[in-house]
């Protein structure tokens, strides 16, 4: 069974930096672009990051870029994002998913991982 | 304020067809394709429609989806109450380089 789980979420202060990790397994991880989309709350999905497979094609959300860098060890079947600067806004659950096309097709999600950031 | 512009609420009686609305731009809906997502709070979201109108396998025919120019749209027919859920539509920007997801609808089963 495809298996996504995200960990590495917590409570961090407003300019801390957090990184968070999602370990695929039971497909082939080295064919799939990647996702980083979240949740705050109360609030909508919205998008973070993507990384193809090859991690040629690499994009950011406008409310992240320069902040936040997405990584991936296709040897340890793994999806990182390095958040650093981390304000309030950030706050959220954080899903990682899998895309067959790198176009927003994310057939498999994760369960998630919250992060907190608060003084 | 989403790129993709969703009601943020339908309802319906159980039986009853509802229908969500994704209003997006050339850049997105009208130039790529539109995915929809059903999103338990709490839980993982799930694919419900690709490609603009084609179901993954296990998904109920109950769902379904259009496109036309830049509005999409997902339907559910037959509405049952474990449909209450948050509905999104996204698609890929061209201009921003991007996945962008609508503001999503929560469907209320009356």
């Known amino acids: 069974e495809v298996q996504l789980v995200e960990s590495g979420g917590g409570l961090v202060k407003p300019g801390g930096s957090l990184r968070l990790s999602c370990a695929a397994s039971e497909f082939l991880f080295s064919s799939y672009t990647m996702h980083w989309v979240r949740q705050a709350p109360g609030k909508g999905l919205e998008w973070v990051s993507s990384?193809?497979?090859?991690?040629?094609?690499?994009y950011y959300g406008d409310s992240v870029k320069g902040r936040f860098t997405i990584s991936r060890d296709n040897a340890q079947n793994s999806v990182y994002l390095q958040m650093n600067s981390l304000r309030a806004e950030d706050t959220a659950v954080y899903y990682c998913a899998r895309d067959t096309h790198g176009s927003g097709k994310m057939d498999f999600w994760g369960q998630g991982t919250t992060v907190t950031v608060s003084s | 304020q989403s790129v993709l512009i969703q009601a943020p609420s339908a309802s319906g009686t159980p039986e009853q067809r509802v229908t969500i609305s994704c209003s997006g731009s050339?850049?997105?809906?009208?130039?790529?394709?539109v995915y929809w997502y059903q999103h338990f709070p709490g839980t993982a979201p799930r694919l419900l429609i690709y490609?603009?109108?084609q179901r993954p396998s296990g998904i109920p025919d109950r769902f379904s989806g259009s496109k036309s120019g830049t509005s999409a749209s997902l339907a559910i027919s037959g509405l049952r109450s474990e449909d209450e859920a948050d509905y999104y539509c996204a698609s890929w920007d061209d201009s921003l380089s991007g996945v962008v997801f609508g503001g999503g609808t929560k469907v209320t089963v009356l």
């Open positions: 990384i193809s497979s090859g991690t040629s094609y690499i």
């Open positions: 490609n603009n109108n």
């Open positions: 050339s850049p997105n809906v009208g130039n790529n394709y």
